[in-house]
């Protein structure tokens, strides 16, 4: 009897502990999905920014009607999230989609606001995406604000709010409702067994402050802590049990089978004195049945089923009655019986104690890998078999998937662009990847690999300085690195064939440009810390960005910068000379007669005119002035910051004296020709003569054509009607 009621009571202490392990496991899975909702909910939402700034990078002169064509597509997606949508020229709201309710928003000056300031920095400090908040929004309620660059981040100088001129967009910014943001991850909904709070403000994570605790649970012991990541930031999901969560009652039947078994038993045992011997071999084989009540369990005598446990038909759905076999129980895969006695016949014990892996169908029609073994025991005045099957799905398909991922991981690295390197923080070289080994271009084992060897010695002083810098960083930060770098071909890095490379990829003295993400390894590589060095040969793309860059500013014919550059620098040069309190000036010259030049001598010798008067004019002028050539025969010259006008008749009689210059032109057979060529000259003054850039043109090019109609070769002023 009382052996019975200790087994009874540590059974139920099984059973308690088992259900409360059980539901703690079903909260922490639901803590995990309400993270992982959350994070899904906020990337996708952010997304949404990020396209808005790349839109307006690219439209820069963007108006109001286009921006609320593209805003309202973006809004129709999600309706009940969306907020606003916002463009930040400099620190102050320009545009804001829908206007209706958000009205209050325009002109905010986002970098002076109390609580939005400091995330309106991150954004231009950093140049990467934000969230922000939640916060209190302007036109009411509470939402988060992503925030996202529009191009390079930097000064907001320049910025011509309010100015008839373009404004420079610096950011994006979409306000998104919070609590619906919260309902669609989930949160409200669920058993009310776990209560939750968020804290991260302006996604700062494990730093920042408890945003959200509806049932202020913070203060407390906190269970579970998950980390919800998003472009921006992070948040910490906060959770824990409700008081009353874990359910571990057992039912009424439960308790009143161990009194009776107790009271029967204690009964029994009075009267069944006599059977002394039988009752010994009976607690055996409970013991042998109760110490694998977890695992499903058979007792069969050479083919014929005797019973299983409960977990046994928990798990395959299966009853059989006395006196089955095994073979009726069509148990396991037809694959696996072959390794298993003729006739499913468990006479003899298991020549292997280890197990044989076996594939066994569940209740749910799925097969699942349990580790089976039998023992010999005795029952009912007998030897019998006991069969334990152990399950081993979740450890069978985990060596599997990491199998199938290092198979995966080494077809990755072999068919990477570029090649990759495991760098340790010593800087040594420890393993190669990429399509250059993958394709025999080098040999990593041989003469002359680099596995094996330190950055000092495969690499130049500096740049191995650069390296263990980089591998350092991303190690202590635990980040990725970016960083950029020129090599000789073959040095480190494999050579490729130089026949390859196009014209004008190179530099001159032969070396070409790599461009490196260096990420550090989460786990150590065998037993060190160590980076993946990844390169990439960008010698072709820095050539082209840096041909572009010049294309998109420079008159291709004379080198002058172009319209474009012009009123690229009207307003930083306009805003440096309204600062200081000076003016600008606008020299509009148009050549006298070039035409005939062309008409006589062919287009080549104008162009040749062109370029020698672009840098002889050029050659006159102070550096913080800019000659543009606007077309055709038609140059302007913006001054920098003017103390006073009197500064400009002295640059106008050094541009004149360029044009008493006799040139020398060479014609299309080799001949020489010599011509003169004059020019009409206007001039005005800014902010005098136009506010804006094309005012200011306008008033120059006025005065030039006075002196058009006056005769030619001379200057003329906005201010007076006499020609000088």
């Given amino acids: 009897m009382l052996l019975f009621a200790g087994m009874f009571l540590l059974a139920d202490r099984a059973w308690e502990r088992q259900l409360t392990e059980r539901h703690h496991s079903n909260l922490a899975s639901e803590v995990a999905s309400k993270r992982t909702r959350l994070e899904s909910v906020i990337n996708s939402l952010v997304h949404a920014t990020i396209g808005l700034s790349a839109y307006a990078e690219a439209r820069p002169g963007l108006d109001v009607e286009e921006f609320e064509r593209v805003a309202e597509r973006l809004y129709r997606r999600d309706p009940e999230v969306f907020r606003s949508l916002t463009l930040l020229a400099g620190s102050r709201i320009h545009f804001v989609y829908p206007l209706e309710g958000n009205r209050e928003a325009l002109g905010l000056d986002v970098a002076e606001h109390p609580e939005q300031g400091d995330s309106f920095r991150r954004v231009m400090d950093s140049g990467q995406t934000v969230v922000a908040g939640p916060w209190e929004l302007e036109q009411g309620g509470v939402g988060l604000l992503v925030r996202s ?110 009194i009776v078994g107790t009271l029967a038993l204690g009964g029994l045992s009075w009267r069944v004195t006599g059977y002394v011997r039988d ?54 895969h037809p694959d696996d019986i072959e390794g298993l006695p003729a006739d499913l016949d468990f006479s003899e014990e298991d020549p292997e104690p280890s197990g044989r892996q076996v594939r066994v169908l569940m209740a749910d029609g799925h097969w699942r890998f349990h580790l ?39 077809a990755l ?17 420890y393993r190669s990847f990429g399509d250059a080994w993958a394709r025999g271009e080098v040999d990593a084992e041989g003469p002359g690999a680099i596995v094996g060897h330190c950055v000092e010695e495969l690499l130049p002083e500096p740049v191995a300085r650069q390296f263990l810098a980089v591998v350092r960083r991303a190690l202590s930060e635990g980040a990725l690195q970016e960083t950029e770098y020129l090599l000789d071909p073959g040095v480190l890095h ?65 080198e002058a910068a172009n319209r474009a550059a012009l009123e690229r620098a009207f307003p930083r040069m306009s805003s440096r000379a309204r600062r200081q309190g000076e003016q600008l000036a606008m020299i509009f010259i148009d050549l006298d007669r070039f035409k005939p030049i062309n ?50 008749p002295p640059l106008i009689e050094r541009l004149r004296g360029v044009f008493e210059t006799r040139w020398e032109l060479t014609l299309d057979d080799g001949a020489l020709v010599s011509v003169v060529v004059t020019a009409s000259i206007g001039v005005a003054f800014h902010p005098e003569h136009g506010e804006s850039l094309s005012e200011l043109i306008a008033s120059a090019d006025r005065a030039m054509y006075r002196v058009k109609g006056r005769g030619r070769n001379a200057v003329a002023w906005v201010e007076g009607d006499d020609v000088r």
């Fill in 149 to 258: 660059p529009v191009g390079v981040p930097g000064s907001v100088d320049g910025v011509t709010n309010g100015s008839p001129s373009a404004p420079l967009f610096t950011m994006s910014s979409v306000a998104l409702d919070f609590e619906a943001i919260l309902e669609r991850a989930g949160f409200g909904q669920g058993s009310g067994l776990v209560q939750l709070a968020i804290k991260g403000r302006d996604g700062t994570g494990a730093r920042g402050e408890v945003f959200h605790d509806p049932q202020e649970i913070a203060a407390g012991p906190i269970e579970w802590r998950q980390t919800v990541s998003f472009a921006g930031g992070e948040w910490v999901l906060l959770a824990r049990p409700a008081e009353d969560a874990i359910p571990t009652a057992r039912p009424p039947a439960w308790w009143a089978f161990g």
């Fill in 494 to 558: 494999p050579a490729g064939s130089a026949e390859g490379y196009a014209p004008g990829e190179c530099r001159e003295d032969g070396q070409r440009w790599f461009e490196a993400r260096v990420r550090p390894i989460a786990a150590h590589f065998e037993g060190r810390a160590a980076v993946v060095w990844h390169a990439l040969d960008v010698t072709a793309r820095r050539h082209l960005e840096e041909r572009l860059q010049t294309l998109a500013w420079q008159d291709p014919l004379t």
């Fill in 372 to 410: 089976l073994r039998w023992v010999p025991i005795p029952w009912e005045q007998g030897q019998a078999m006991l069969l334990i099957l152990v399950d081993v799905h979740e450890n069978r398909m985990l060596f599997e998937a990491l199998a199938q991922a290092r198979d995966l991981q080494d």
């Fill in 279 to 332: 009752r010994r071999r009976l607690l055996a084989q409970y013991h042998a049945l109760v110490s694998n009540l977890e695992d499903a369990t058979l007792v069969v005598r050479g083919t014929r089923l005797l019973w299983t446990n409960p977990a046994f038909r928990r798990a395959t759905g299966r009853t059989p009655g006395v006196l089955g076999t095994v073979e009726d129980l069509a148990l396991f």
């Fill in 599 to 648: 008409d006589q001598y062919g287009h080549a010798v104008g162009d040749q005119l062109l370029r020698r008067l672009s840098a002889a004019l050029a050659d006159q002028l102070r550096a913080e002035d800019l000659l543009v050539r606007l077309g055709g025969d038609e140059f302007l010259i913006l001054t920098g910051s003017l103390a006073s006008r009197d500064e400009v």
């Fill in 413 to 429: 690295f072999e068919a990477m662009p570029g090649h990759a390197l495991v760098i340790g923080e010593e800087g040594r070289v």
